[in-house]
């Protein structure tokens, strides 16, 4: 894969988990209760979806700036990629149809980083192995 193509694909994914990420910090209780609010009805137990909800956009934020700054790439990869299956399996516990799509998608992006990680190029990640 082409460095350039790498990088806007980094840049890209990183900024969605970013933005999610940013947006949802300031209002972590408010989205906690809107997730709670949600899985009300499904079979996962309150005491594994509190917790998520809270854990979230943490860890959206989290992914985001490390693929940003191409630090811990891999590894960024990897949680984000978790954080994909995880919101996936939600998603079908609740039939939300409609944001499967978007999940999948990220899922893509994460395995497409984690494939072409030798095209990593422009990211601090090289910096660290000098």
């Not at 460095?3 to 806007?8: D, G, H, K, P």
């Not at 890209?12 to 906690?32: C, D, Q, T, W, Y």
């Not at 854990?55 to 989290?62: Q, V, W």
């Not at 990869?77 to 939300?96: D, W």
């Amino acid at each position: 894969m082409n460095t350039i193509s790498y990088l806007l694909l980094r840049l890209g994914i990183g900024a969605s988990m970013f933005g999610h990420g940013l947006v949802r910090l300031p209002k972590l209780e408010k989205f906690s209760g809107w997730m709670m609010g949600t899985f009300e009805k499904s079979m996962l137990p309150t005491a594994l979806v509190k917790p998520f909800s809270y854990a979230l956009p943490i860890a959206e934020f989290l992914v985001g700036l490390l693929l940003i700054a191409g630090l811990f790439t891999r590894q960024a990869a990897v949680l984000g990629g978790i954080v994909m299956l995880s919101l996936i399996f939600g998603t079908t516990m609740i039939e939300g149809w409609d944001f499967l799509t978007g999940q999948l998608v990220h899922l893509v992006f994460f395995a497409v980083l984690l494939q072409f990680i030798s095209s990593n190029t422009y990211a601090l990640d090289n910096l660290l192995k000098k």
